[in-house]
């Protein structure tokens, strides 16, 4: 059974960075076809997809946010991490972890974390 | 990065089908045949319903269908049940190794 949980600061204010660790079970990273994604939902409106990483460290980027997201593993840990610099109220949302395989489902994330509330202060 | 698009909403009676439209280019819903669709209740996770345009994960009714035609694919819900009543957004792998979600549908049963 695959879980995964967010983990990370509630609220941070203007200009900081942002440090949020997905921690997961039920699959390893060292294993071919694995990947975790970051998904960012603010308060009332649509789902927008951050940034993927495939167990072989291939990492993909919203354009949006290419230059700034940065996403890493740590496959002894099970965790994933994602890196958000310069946060600004208008990232403030709720951050959802999810899992991929690119072996089936393809494309789509069939688990879900419950996600974590950041709220960015002026 | 433009999302795909979704009409803000659509309603239905219990018992009669539905469907939602997801329009995109064809970099994206047009272009590859990695679409998805994912249901979303008031404070929860999103759910998966259907991948890879029509494909259902196991354990999910078969009253939700998925299709393509163009850059527009679509979801329809049939036999229309309250616990239907949810968010509903489609994505779909966008060129250059990237996703992209869509704006949202919200569903109401009436």
């Known amino acids: 059974q695959i879980t995964l949980k967010e983990s990370g600061p509630t609220l941070v204010k203007a200009t900081q960075t942002l440090t949020l660790t997905c921690t997961f079970s039920?699959?390893?990273?060292?294993?071919?076809?694995?990947?975790v994604g970051w998904i960012r939902q603010p308060p009332g409106k649509a789902l927008e997809w951050l940034a993927l990483?495939?167990?072989?460290?291939?990492?993909r980027y919203t354009p949006s946010l290419k230059s700034s997201l940065t996403i890493t593993k740590d496959t002894s840990k099970n965790q994933v991490v994602l890196t958000v610099p310069n946060m600004d109220p208008v990232d403030t949302a709720k951050y959802y972890c999810?899992?991929?395989?690119?072996?089936?489902?393809?494309?789509?994330?069939?688990?879900w974390g419950q996600g974590t509330m950041v709220t960015v202060s002026s | 990065q433009s999302a795909l698009t979704q009409p803000a909403s659509v309603s239905g009676s219990p018992g009669q089908s539905i469907t939602i439209s997801c329009t995109g280019t064809?970099?994206?819903?047009?272009?590859?045949?990695?679409v998805s669709w994912y249901q979303q209740h008031p404070g929860k996770a999103p759910k998966l319903m259907i991948y890879?345009?029509?494909n259902r994960p196991s354990g999910v009714s078969n009253r939700f269908s998925g299709s393509k035609s163009g850059n527009t694919a679509s979801l329809t819900i049939s036999g229309l049940q309250t616990e239907d009543e949810a968010d509903y957004y489609c994505?779909?792998?966008?060129?250059?190794?990237?996703?992209?979600f869509g704006t949202g549908t919200k569903v109401t049963v009436l």
């Open positions: 999810a899992h991929r395989s690119s072996r089936w489902y393809r494309g789509a994330f069939d688990i």
């Open positions: 039920g699959f390893s990273l060292s294993t071919s076809g694995e990947g």
């Open positions: 990483i495939y167990w072989d460290d291939d990492k």
């Open positions: 890879e345009v029509s």
């Open positions: 064809s970099s994206d819903v047009g272009g590859y045949n990695f």
């Open positions: 994505s779909s792998y966008r060129s250059r190794n990237t996703d992209v």
